[in-house]
C-alpha cells in the first residue's frame, strides 16, 4: 500500500501543480480549447447544448434535461432542444474543458474547478453572482459501511483506527474526494473528533495521515469509487450522502452514518460563455442554468437526486425521513473558504492534506 500511496502523491502534486499553473494565466486568450466567439451567430433549428457534469449526478441530470426540454418545446413552438452530455470526476471534467472539450454548461462538485474553467478564459460572467451564487444543491459527507455497521463507526476518529479499509476517490480528478477531505479537516478544526484538539492544523494533519494510512483504493471518481465499495471491497466508502441514498433507494444493501460534524457539499454550474457563444446556443445555456434555480428543479434535486436544500438551514434540519438532522453542518466559508483550502491549509504546498499523504506513505 505504500508504494501506491507514494505513486498517488505523485500524481496529485503533479496535477495540482498544472492547476497552478493553469490558473496563473494573465491572457485568458492563450489558454488552451479557447473556442472562437462567432461574429454572426445563427442559432441551429434544434440546438445542441453540451453539458460536462462530475459523476454522481447522472441519474437526476437526466430527468432535468427531459424536463426542461419538454418546458421548452412548450413554450417555444415546438422547438427542440438536444442535448449532448458527459459525467466523470469532477476535477477531469473542468481539466477536459480546459483542454478544448466543447462544453456549453458545466455541472460541478464544487467551485475550484469552475474557477479553473474561468481563470482559463472560458468563463468571461462571475459565476458567484449567478442566482443562489451559483449553486443548484448540496449534500453531506457521510460514511456508508457494511450491513449492521460491525465496525461501529460513528466519527471520523473511527476511520482513523488501525485495520479499518477505507475508500475514498483521488482528489487528483475527483472533486467528491476533495469534500472527503475537507469534511474531515473541517471536523477536528471545529473540535467535534474525539482525540484531536480544536483549533489544531498539526492535529487536523494528523487525523488526515491516520484516515489515509487506512486508504486502500483512491478511485477517479465518486462514482467508481461507492461502485467499488458495493462490489464488497473495503470497510467504509466516504462519499456523497445522495449516492448512499441512490443506493438504498434501488436495493441495495448500503448503510449510512452521518458524522456529527460534516462540510455542506455545495455544487455549482454555470454557462461557459465562449463555447456556449461559439455554439450559438448561449440564451438556450443560460435558460437551462437558470430553470435548475428554479422550484421545479429543486423538487427533482431532492427526489430524483437525493439533494439537500440550497439553504444551509434547511439542510441540516433535513425532514426527520429520507434526511435527518446533522448536528453540526458546516461550509467552506466556515473554515477559510476554498481559496484559503485550496491554496494553503489543505491543498498547497504545505497544506495539511499535501503533508499528510506524504506521511501516510512512509
Not at 468563463?123 to 459501511?145: L, N, R, W
Not at 484516515?211 to 483512491?218: D, G, K, L, P, S
Amino acid at each position: 500500500m505504500r508504494s501506491r500511496l507514494a505513486f498517488r502523491l505523485s500524481i496529485v502534486l503533479a496535477v495540482f501543480g498544472l492547476l497552478a499553473v493553469a490558473c496563473s494565466s494573465d491572457d485568458p486568450g492563450t489558454a488552451s480549447g479557447t473556442s472562437p466567439v462567432a461574429a454572426d451567430c445563427t442559432p441551429a433549428e434544434s440546438p445542441i447544448v453540451t453539458v460536462t457534469a462530475y459523476s454522481n449526478v447522472y441519474d437526476v441530470y437526466g430527468k432535468l434535461i427531459s424536463t426542461f426540454q419538454s418546458d421548452w418545446k412548450e413554450s417555444h413552438n415546438d422547438q427542440q432542444i438536444q442535448f449532448s452530455t458527459s459525467f466523470g470526476g469532477s476535477t477531469t471534467q473542468a481539466q477536459n474543458v480546459i483542454a478544448g472539450f466543447p462544453a456549453d454548461v458545466a455541472a460541478l462538485s464544487l467551485y475550484p474547478d469552475i474557477q479553473l474553467i474561468e481563470d482559463a478564459g472560458l468563463i468571461s460572467h462571475d459565476p458567484t453572482q449567478d442566482p443562489e451564487g451559483g449553486i443548484v444543491a448540496s449534500s453531506a459527507v457521510v460514511f456508508d459501511v457494511r450491513p449492521g455497521n460491525p465496525l461501529n463507526i460513528d466519527n471520523w476518529d473511527d476511520l482513523a483506527k488501525p485495520g479499518v479499509e477505507i475508500l475514498t476517490p483521488d482528489p487528483a480528478s475527483s472533486g467528491g474526494a476533495r469534500w472527503n477531505i475537507v469534511a474531515a479537516y473541517g471536523a477536528a478544526m471545529r473540535g467535534e473528533v474525539p482525540g484531536y484538539p480544536a483549533n489544531d492544523p498539526a492535529a487536523a494533519q494528523q487525523l488526515l495521515t491516520d484516515i489515509f494510512e487506512n486508504v486502500t483504493v483512491m478511485d477517479k471518481s465518486a462514482n467508481d469509487s461507492i461502485k467499488n465499495f458495493q462490489a464488497g471491497n473495503g470497510d467504509v466508502a466516504i462519499t456523497y450522502e445522495y449516492a448512499v441514498l441512490a443506493a438504498q433507494n434501488s436495493g441495495l444493501e448500503d448503510e449510512m452514518v452521518i458524522p456529527p460534524s460534516t462540510v455542506a457539499i455545495e455544487t455549482p454550474v454555470s454557462v461557459i460563455d465562449a463555447n456556449a457563444e461559439a455554439h450559438c446556443v448561449q440564451d438556450v445555456a443560460a435558460a437551462f442554468v437558470d430553470f435548475l434555480h428554479s422550484d421545479e428543479a429543486k423538487e427533482l434535486f431532492l427526489t430524483v437526486g437525493f439533494e439537500r436544500s440550497v439553504d444551509l438551514k434547511a439542510a441540516q434540519a433535513g425532514d426527520d425521513g429520507a434526511y435527518q438532522p446533522i448536528d453540526d453542518l458546516f461550509t467552506t466559508d466556515d473554515i477559510g473558504g476554498w481559496d484559503e483550502l485550496q491554496n494553503d491549509t489543505v491543498f498547497g504546498p504545505d497544506g495539511a492534506f499535501t503533508k499528510a499523504l506524504a506521511a501516510a506513505q512512509g
